[in-house]
């Protein structure tokens, strides 16, 4: 379905030929007097020129390929004299095998131990001294890289990323150590972290055939039997120009940048490009459960829907009923379950547009030991069910909508997560694409809220994960008082 643009930011309400008002869901102003009423709505129009281009904000990027096909991707900005030069890699964990979980973290962290030219370690000291950072990051779907410079310097980013692209240098030492830093990572962040751990376990129950099954940090066993020769042959496969993009924004001459690539990069064998695919898991047939028994602070409770990405149309109605459910306190899971019934101490709906393989919409709660967590879950299903029962009025449905066109703009205003957006987005389907994003978030309708939720939020595709600590041990007898 081609969605068109609006040419509006605002709609505003009206009636109905019938002359009845819509039944709307009240939303709560908590006690804004006349005077904070009027301050809000001088908030409005006051952001309102930066919303309204929101669309427009994109028109200026651009794409090249490079002799041996390496694609660059290029936003200039020159508001100030810097620039951010990202490098993403098609290797991330979904590259992985089963029985390798871990290997693309691992390559990721060795990428920066440098190579025989430039240890990381100078590298990075470099970077500082020119006032720039430089930083990594590992998904299921991709690494990325990103050095943050004056723009005067930006050589000095070309010319390491492209060494370390083809000349990283694996040695035994380094690996030994990575492979303890790894596991003590995945000890603090997830088997120390119940939360972290919970969510991890619903992962791996929901999705059988998707390699988002398995977690980005790898599983604890297969992280020990990782390898040297593993290391090695997943650079040697995956970090080529065939399996890579450069996303650069910020303040650069594209004319005289694009001769400095092609000394530099292109002149890197291409490689051979991985078999790209996508892997769907078959549809859920019943509900999948998770019981976590371990020592907590608070009970959890999650529940994942399978649900499309960006490539569906349905997706941007998921982004706006995620804003609905759980942007700010007079959202529906804070106002009703931890500020009406009290049910839970805090509740959040989350939801990626930009997974390159379809993910989980998934919403998590958590509440005190002795609260039934069937009770919380109820609370829950009770809440979507009010989505049919009670739509979404037309003041909640634009205020979500403003949420997300505002989070999208003002995250642009870095060029580092001006890049990163761009680079998530080729990543998950083509760049240009992003583009769509304000339009197509600016045409849902509380029908097509009510229908999504309808559609992927049943029994039948979900799987629930329960984390219930567990009683305090009863004091031993005759122990003293």
């Not at 240009?432 to 509380?446: D, L, N």
Request: aromatic share 10%; hydrophobic share 40%.
């Amino acid at each position: 379905m081609q969605r068109k643009p609006s040419n509006i930011c605002f709609e505003e309400k009206r009636e109905a030929r019938s002359g009845k008002r819509e039944e709307t869901r009240p939303v709560p102003f908590y006690g804004l007097s006349g005077v904070g009423l009027f301050f809000l709505s001088a908030l409005v129009l006051l952001f309102l020129p930066f919303l309204c281009r929101g669309a427009q904000m994109f028109e200026n990027a651009s794409e090249a390929k490079l002799s041996n096909g390496l694609k660059v991707i290029m936003l200039q900005n020159h508001a100030a004299p810097i620039v951010s030069f990202q490098v993403f890699y098609r290797a991330g964990a979904s590259r992985e095998t089963t029985g390798k979980t871990g290997l693309a973290h691992m390559v990721e962290q060795m990428m920066f131990k440098g190579t025989g030219k430039l240890s990381g370690e100078k590298f990075l000291q470099k970077i500082h001294e020119l006032g720039g950072t430089a930083d990594g990051a590992i998904t299921h779907d991709y690494a990325c890289f990103s050095d943050t410079l004056p723009s005067s310097r930006i050589g000095v980013a070309i010319e390491f990323e492209a060494y370390r692209m083809h000349n990283l240098e694996i040695s035994e030492g380094d690996f030994r150590t990575e492979k303890m830093i790894l596991r003590e990572e995945r000890r603090m962040r997830i088997d120390d972290t119940p939360e972290a751990y919970l969510l991890e376990q619903v992962y791996a129950a929901a999705f059988q055939s998707e390699p988002y099954h398995w977690p980005v940090l790898g599983w604890n066993d297969d992280i020990g039997r990782l390898t040297i020769g593993d290391v090695r042959a997943f650079y040697s496969r995956y970090y080529t120009p065939a399996n890579a993009y450069l996303v650069i924004t910020g303040d650069f001459d594209k004319k005289k940048l694009l001769p400095q690539l092609e000394d530099t990069f292109g002149k890197i064998p291409a490689g051979e490009p991985a078999a790209d695919f996508l892997i769907e898991d078959p549809p859920q047939r019943g509900e999948r459960m998770v019981l976590i028994n371990r020592p907590a602070r608070v009970g959890r409770l999650v529940i994942g829907w399978h649900v499309p990405n960006l490539r569906s149309d349905d997706g941007y109605a998921l982004e706006v009923l995620q804003a609905i459910l759980s942007s700010g306190k007079s959202s529906r899971l804070y106002d009703d379950l931890v500020r009406g019934q009290a049910v839970a101490l805090e509740a959040s709906a989350h939801y990626n547009l930009l997974s390159r393989n379809p993910g989980l919409f998934y919403i998590s709660a958590s509440f005190l030991p002795e609260k039934d967590p069937a009770e919380v879950e109820k609370a829950i299903y009770d809440e979507l069910d009010q989505l049919g029962k009670t739509p979404v009025g037309s003041w909640e449905l634009q205020k979500a909508k403003n949420q997300l066109e505002a989070s999208f703009v003002f995250d642009q205003e870095s060029i580092v997560s001006l890049g990163l957006k761009l680079g998530e987005y080729e990543s998950a389907f083509d760049w240009a694409s992003i583009s769509a994003f304000v339009p197509s978030i600016r045409t849902v309708t509380a029908q097509d809220v009510e229908r999504v939720a309808a559609k992927y939020f049943t029994t039948q595709n979900s799987t629930v994960g329960m984390l219930v600590p567990p009683p305090p041990p009863e004091p031993s007898p005759g122990g003293s008082d």
